[in-house]
């Protein structure tokens, strides 16, 4: 079972563009729990987000797309970067968010992902070509 | 750059509704589109946050909150990573997006070489070992 771990960190819905993490002792024991995660065969991919005021938002009134850029005064929670982990249960998956180095005003949310033979045979049918672009072990 | 293009959750994704063999088949169409384009990284759907929790860090402590968090307003339910030259050319696909509805918001994802002296020599060969693996386990970048 595939799991996203969604690294919310409160406060950088509104970080000033170009913030980035610069405490090297907290960036090392985040680097060595990502690496806890690979040795441990179930880490797929990780990446971080620069923040939600260098991003934009696309919405689609009357079913045309309208851009607003960042940031977003109504966003209470913004993604700040995530995991991407083959586990055997939910169990595992929130096992290992808890032994992520997080700080005080970090949430991890814990989600699992969709995989082809989730979807009604119909459904399947028109996603034959789903599973090529999604990240699973190749 | 690589970007990332959350889509929202809405009161179908989160009841588990799954999407119309229309919309499917406009969202493959699309899909196919980016895969042509050489631009799709990788695109996931995720399950209702009913089905995930969430876990809450407070010092060494780690509370486990069970979904769903209905006082959210902005929950994620699926993704696209793209790999593209600019932010207005990811803008520009995601306005090409079979949406009909909904908010689709787009982030930038963190290079190695975006941390500067935060990333000692110590940690990018960390990186690259991690980079190297997962590419090895997902295909990308091959």
Redesign the interface.
Known sequence: MRFMMLMIPHGYETAAPGTMPEDVERMSSMMAYNESLQKAGVLIGCDGLHPPSMGARVSFPGRKPKVVDGPFAEAKEVLGGYWMIEVASRAEAIEWATRCPGSENEVIEVRQVQELEDFSPDLQAVAEHFPSMQTVRK | M?F?I?VKANKDSEAGV??S?EV??AM?KF??E??KAGV?L??????P?S?????????AK?T?IDGP?AE???L?A?FW?LQVKS?EEA?EW??RSP????????????EAT???????PE?LA??D??RA??EK????GS
């Open positions: 690589r990332m959350l799954m999407p063999t499917l088949t493959g899909n196919e980016l895969v799709l990788a695109g996931e759907g995720l399950h946050s089905k995930g929790a969430r876990v809450r860090c407070e010092g780690r486990v968090f959210t307003k902005e994620l699926g990573l932010k803008i995601i306005k949406f009909q509805e909904g908010e689709i918001e787009i982030r930038q994802v963190f975006d941390f500067g002296d935060a990333m000692t940690l960390q990186e070992r991690l693996g997962t386990r997902t295909g990308a």
